[in-house]
C-alpha cells in the first residue's frame, strides 16, 4: 500500500517540496520514494497500463542506483557489463539523471568513447575490404540508347547476311556504319574484301571512346581501315551528293519512324553508287502512338489480303514505296533474341 499512499501525496503536490522527501523517505524508504520521483513524469503509477511496464520502471530505478553509486569509477559500457543489460540502457538512464543534475562532474567517459572508436574503426576496415575506392567527380553514366545484343544467335545472322551481300556487290568505297564498339560486321567484309574504308558513327560518347579505341588497335594490327565520327549518323547522310558512299550499313536499334527522312534522303538522293547495298535494322513493332506512326500503319490497311501482322505489312509497303525505280529490296529478314528486330537490304540498280 505504500505507493498508493506517496501518490496521494504526490496528487497534493507535496512531493515536489523537497523539505516533505526526507519526511517521506524516513517513514517509507529511499528506494520506494526515489521510484516515484524519478518516474513522476509518466503521469502516475496508476496510469501505467501493465505489470511489463512496472516491472520496467523498476529496473531503471536500480540502473540508476547503481548510476549514481559507480559513474566516477565505471564507464556506461563497463556498467552495463556489470549489470548484464544492453549499453544504450545504461547511456539512457544516465542521461536522464544528468538533466536532472543528480550527475555532476568528474563522469568517467574514456573507456566508452574507446569503445566506440573501436567499433567505429572495425566497422570502417570491414567497408574497406568490399568498397572500391571513390573516384572524384561525377559518375559515368550508363551507355544509353546504345546496341546492346553483341552475342545474339540471330544477331549473328542478320551479320552474315550484310556482310555477305556488301561483299558480292563488288563495289567499294567509303562506308559509313553503326559499328558499336567491335566492328563485327566490318571485320567480316575486311577479310574478304580489301578497299573499303569505313567511317564509324556513334552518339554515345562513351560508346564511342571504346569504338574509337578499338579502332585504333585494329589499324595497327591492319585488320580494319576506317574513321570516327561522334555524332548522329544523319549528319553523314543529309547534304551529301550522288555517290557519296560505296555502302550504308545501318544498324539501327531505334524504330523505324525515328530514322525514316534519312533513309528516304539517302535513297531519293542515290547517296550511293550503282550496285551498292543499304542495310538498314530497326526494332520492328510499330507503336500506333504518334502521326508518323499511324502513317505506317496506314500502309498496311491497303492490303488488307495479307494476314501477317500490321507491322510487317507496313514495314514492307513503305519500302517498297520509297525504293522507286533507282532502287531495290533484297531481302526482309525478322529475327529475335531479347527483342523483335528487322533487317532489311536494299541494293541501287540505276
Not at 564507464?75 to 539512457?92: H, Q, S, W
Not at 574484301?193 to 562513351?206: A, H, M, W, Y
Request: glycine share 6%; net charge positive.
Amino acid at each position: 500500500m505504500w505507493y498508493k499512499y506517496i501518490t496521494s501525496i504526490l496528487n497534493y503536490q507535496i512531493y515536489f517540496q523537497k523539505k516533505y522527501f526526507e519526511k517521506v523517505a524516513e517513514k517509507f524508504g529511499t528506494y520506494q520514494v526515489s521510484f516515484i520521483y524519478l518516474h513522476h513524469q509518466i503521469k502516475s503509477i496508476s496510469k501505467m497500463k501493465n505489470l511489463q511496464t512496472l516491472e520496467r520502471a523498476e529496473q531503471n530505478v536500480l540502473i540508476q542506483q547503481y548510476i549514481l553509486k559507480n559513474y566516477k569509477q565505471l564507464d556506461t559500457y563497463e556498467m552495463a557489463n556489470k549489470l548484464g543489460i544492453e549499453p544504450f540502457r545504461v547511456a539512457g538512464n544516465k542521461a536522464y539523471l544528468k538533466r536532472s543534475n543528480q550527475i555532476g562532474e568528474g563522469e568517467k567517459t574514456h573507456q566508452w568513447s574507446a569503445y566506440t572508436t573501436k567499433a567505429r574503426e572495425k566497422k570502417k576496415e570491414a567497408s574497406i575490404e568490399v568498397a572500391e575506392p571513390k573516384k572524384r567527380g561525377r559518375k559515368p553514366k550508363d551507355d544509353k540508347n546504345t546496341y546492346k545484343n553483341e552475342t545474339g544467335a540471330n544477331k549473328a545472322i542478320a551479320r552474315e547476311k550484310m556482310a555477305n551481300i556488301i561483299i558480292k556487290s563488288g563495289v567499294q568505297g567509303i562506308v559509313p556504319t553503326l559499328p558499336n564498339t567491335n566492328w563485327a560486321i566490318e571485320l567480316m567484309i575486311e577479310k574478304s574484301v580489301k578497299g573499303n574504308s569505313f567511317l564509324g558513327v556513334e552518339r554515345n560518347p562513351l560508346t564511342f571512346k571504346k569504338m574509337r579505341t578499338n579502332l585504333k588497335q585494329l589499324r595497327k594490327n591492319n585488320e580494319l581501315s576506317g574513321e570516327t565520327h561522334l555524332g548522329n549518323i544523319a549528319e553523314v547522310i543529309f547534304g551529301k551528293n550522288e555517290n557519296s558512299y560505296a555502302h550504308l550499313i545501318l544498324d539501327y536499334c531505334g524504330n523505324l519512324v525515328t530514322i525514316r527522312k534519312e533513309l528516304e534522303y539517302a535513297i531519293q538522293n542515290n547517296v550511293m553508287a550503282v550496285g551498292g547495298v543499304m542495310a538498314v535494322t530497326f526494332a520492328k513493332p510499330i507503336r500506333g502512338i504518334d502521326a508518323e506512326s499511324l502513317k505506317l500503319l496506314d500502309l498496311a490497311v491497303e492490303n488488307n489480303t495479307d494476314s501477317r501482322c500490321a507491322s510487317d505489312k507496313a514495314i514492307e509497303a513503305y519500302f517498297q514505296k520509297i525504293t522507286g525505280f533507282t532502287h531495290k529490296v533484297v531481302e526482309f529478314f525478322y529475327y529475335q533474341d531479347t527483342y523483335p528486330m528487322t533487317l532489311v537490304l536494299i541494293k541501287r540498280i540505276k
